[in-house]
């Protein structure tokens, strides 16, 4: 008998067998798959449309209300338009002043686009039985 045989796993073979016989790569990996659900991973259900399978798990929404993305990328225009402004000669020799008006249009937007989603945390915290919990 060849070792390529002797590491094969057959049917007829008991726990203890397979166990030896398998890898620890592959030991771990079936760990792994067994302990998906303990990280809160959904349960996966299949839907039939048409031809196609797909695979539909069941999720809530993530609460998120973009305050604090809006926030950071607006203090990051701010400081970019900032740090421009030492070389705003510079900039127009080049031609380049657009880079200085890119930074301040993306700092406006940016506080329009910050008061929006302030509205919006508000507005979905005042409606009763939304998702979102006054904190």
Same mark, same amino acid.
Request: no cysteine; hydrophobic share 30%; charged share 40%.
């Given at each position: 008998m060849s070792e390529r045989e002797d590491w094969t796993i057959r049917e007829g073979d008991g726990p203890q067998t397979v166990e030896r016989k398998m890898g620890h790569r592959e030991r771990e990996r079936l760990q792994r798959a067994a !302990? !998906?659900? $303990?990280?809160? !991973?959904?349960? &996966?259900? $299949? &839907? @039939?449309?048409?031809?196609?399978?797909?695979? +539909?798990? $069941? +999720? $809530?929404?993530? @609460? +998120? @209300?973009?305050v604090r993305t809006m926030t950071v990328g607006t203090i990051l225009w701010g400081v970019l338009a900032i740090a421009l402004l030492p070389f705003l000669g510079n900039l127009e020799s080049s031609g380049r002043t657009w880079w200085m008006w890119t930074a301040v249009a993306g700092f406006g937007l940016g506080l329009i686009g910050l008061e929006y989603c302030r509205r919006r945390k508000n507005a979905l915290r005042a409606q009763p039985g939304g998702r979102r919990r006054a904190a």
């Open positions: !302990r !998906r659900h $303990e990280f809160g !991973r959904p349960e &996966l259900t $299949e &839907l @039939d449309i048409g031809n196609k399978t797909h695979k +539909v798990a $069941e +999720v $809530e929404p993530m @609460d +998120v @209300d973009g």
